[in-house]
């Protein structure tokens, strides 16, 4: 159990270390997003009351367009280098690989979506909330989770980058909407905890598609 930790761990700080190294990268994804959310935001000026309500969807759909130029290079330098194989050859457990893989890829969604919260505020004229944290922590899971197996799945395909996005998106579409209701509620200072059904569907769906990524890992990424 220690060993897989460790392995996880290990992974998990390559990874990172490398993002900083190739901070034009990470500051890349950050623009992306802010161009992107503040495209939406002036594209469909509207009513302010209503800009408000529609402000959660804008902010998920920011943040998963954003998230799959991270999502994508996750393999990308191993396959490239051919150091996957090796990676594989030095009995490293896929589980753990994968682990460590999308524990990095959860590491950057979170600080993207840090980044673009207050933002989401100061453009929308939203009173943002603490309770935020819990949804930004469960929605950014559930797109690592996925999004790290069809990266993995994707790599090595002619286009892969091209299918990636039209892979992810219809199977994170119950994750976003949950997402966006839950940030909704929340936005609205709901009441009757009318919020909890879509936090119910949020563990759900994390905990089932990370449960499905361990067991499938080997048939994900032992190529």
């Avoid at 996957?84 to 999308?102: F, H, I, N, Q, S």
């Avoid at 395909?157 to 039209?166: E, R, S, V």
């Avoid at 569907?201 to 080997?218: K, Q, R, Y």
Wanted: hydrophobic share 60%.
């Amino acid at each position: 159990m220690i060993q897989f930790i460790r392995q996880i761990a290990a992974i998990l700080k390559k990874d990172l270390r490398t993002e900083l190294r190739e901070a034009d990268h990470i500051l890349s994804v950050v623009l992306f997003g802010f161009v992107l959310f503040v495209l939406f935001s002036f594209a469909l000026s509207i009513e302010p009351e209503l800009m408000r309500k529609m402000a959660p969807g804008l902010f998920w759909l920011a943040v998963f367009f954003s998230s799959v130029l991270t999502l994508e290079r996750s393999f990308q330098r191993e396959v490239e280098d051919g150091q996957w194989e090796g990676l594989l050859l030095a009995g490293g457990d896929v589980r753990a690989l994968y682990l460590g893989k999308m524990l990095s890829n959860l590491a950057l969604v979170l600080a993207l979506q840090i980044i673009l919260l207050p933002l989401m505020g100061i453009l929308f004229d939203l009173s943002l909330s603490w309770s935020l944290l819990g949804v930004i922590l469960l929605g950014s899971l559930g797109i690592s989770t996925l999004g790290t197996c069809y990266a993995g799945l994707t790599v090595s395909l002619k286009g892969g980058q091209a299918l990636l996005p039209i892979l992810l998106f219809p199977m994170l579409i119950p994750l976003l909407l949950a997402a966006t209701e839950t940030t909704r509620f929340i936005l609205a200072h709901d009441l009757f905890d009318q919020q909890m059904v879509w936090i119910k569907l949020l563990i759900l769906f994390d905990t089932i598609f990370l449960l499905g990524a361990l067991l499938n890992a080997e048939n994900f990424f032992d190529r």
